[in-house]
């Protein structure tokens, strides 16, 4: 049996994303580990649904964002989008341990968490938060006393006098359980609400 110290800490491999002017912060966990990644950058796993699901957010196409041909995503056109429509991504762990051999919420041990504040003063205008996983949503939960909100909802509380809203999204991970059309409906609701859509 493997005890939890003899297993190596990772620390977070990407630098925050912070596109300036960011009205939107998205919280994951943790990147897998590097030999399922298709891309430097979040949400790199080719299997994950989170470029196809903002594909047809915003174009229509959960098509638009992957490249086909070689197996990845098509990383510039991410990042156009992302500082365009001012959203910030980073994860809600800075080190970890796994637990296992894969990037389940359930098998990461947080080491070191982010400093969500420290996140945030870099990007003055945001004012929504939105976790895509479990173990995204237990730090904030637990740091800031916010409740988990329902599906598709949010929650208000404040980090260092700012008002915020924490935003609850179906995971993009294909092991959860629902539709791509479907997740992408609860995160067209979100960018319309928050004005980053307007169609």
């Not at 950058?41 to 196809?52: G, I, V």
């Not at 609860?186 to 859509?197: C, D, E, W």
């Amino acid at each position: 049996m493997i005890h939890e110290e003899n297993i190596a800490i990772e620390r977070h491999p990407l630098r925050p994303f912070l596109p300036e002017g960011a009205r939107l912060l998205m919280l994951g966990s943790f990147p897998p580990q590097r030999k399922r990644w298709c891309m430097d950058f979040f949400y790199p796993n080719r299997t994950n649904m989170m470029w196809e699901i903002f594909g047809l957010v915003f174009f229509g196409d959960s098509q638009r964002l992957v490249d086909a041909e070689r197996k990845t995503f098509r990383l510039a056109d991410i990042k156009d989008l992302l500082s365009d429509r001012g959203i910030a991504i980073y994860d809600t762990a800075t080190a970890v341990r796994r637990l296992s051999g894969n990037a389940s919420d359930k098998d990461l041990e947080i080491v070191e968490q982010t400093d969500i504040a420290a996140l945030l003063a870099q990007i003055p205008q945001c004012h929504d938060i939105v976790c895509t996983g479990q173990k995204s949503f237990s730090v904030l939960t637990k740091d800031y006393g916010v409740p988990m909100p329902q599906m598709g909802t949010f929650n208000e509380f404040s980090i260092a006098g700012r008002p915020m809203r924490l935003w609850r999204m179906p995971s993009s991970s294909r092991a959860y359980p629902m539709p791509l059309a479907e997740k992408a409906s609860y995160y067209r609701r979100l960018m319309q609400t928050i004005g980053i859509l307007t169609k």
